[in-house]
């Protein structure tokens, strides 16, 4: 499976962006799709996360509240919708799949997700 990550930009803080990420071909039921952040020299950071067949979702403790992480199933499709954006929200946000074969919890671990996307710019001024 490939992913497409988009909607990177430069934004001033408060306002909102949507990315998105795309899946080349079908995500089953029992994946996880992920989004995470690296700002410069800092580490690669969970943000959100998605179970595809229930929508479960998990937050980090920093974007609860301002960020909602959405599917599309008819689409392959998953949305990071980030709103009072922060300078510190500022990073190259990617998206990236957890295959498995059972349902289970979700992970904020960068190791367990399989296949990643490019990532997309976000720039938040302040």
């Known amino acids: 499976v490939q992913l497409q990550a988009s909607g990177g930009g430069l934004m001033q803080a408060g306002g909102s962006l949507r990315l998105s990420c795309a899946a080349s071909?079908?995500?089953?039921?029992?994946?996880?799709i992920g989004w995470f952040r690296q700002a410069p020299g800092k580490e690669r950071e969970f943000v959100a996360g998605i179970r595809w067949r229930d929508g479960k979702v998990l937050y980090t403790d920093s974007v609860k509240g301002r960020f909602t992480i959405s599917r599309d199933n008819a689409k392959n499709t998953v949305y990071l919708q980030m709103n009072s954006l922060k300078p510190e929200d500022t990073a190259e946000y990617s998206c990236a799949v957890e295959i498995r074969d059972r349902v289970g919890p979700l992970s904020m671990r960068p190791s367990v997700y399989d296949y990643w996307g490019q990532g997309t710019l976000v720039t938040v001024s302040s």
């Open positions: 071909g079908d995500i089953l039921s029992t994946w996880v």
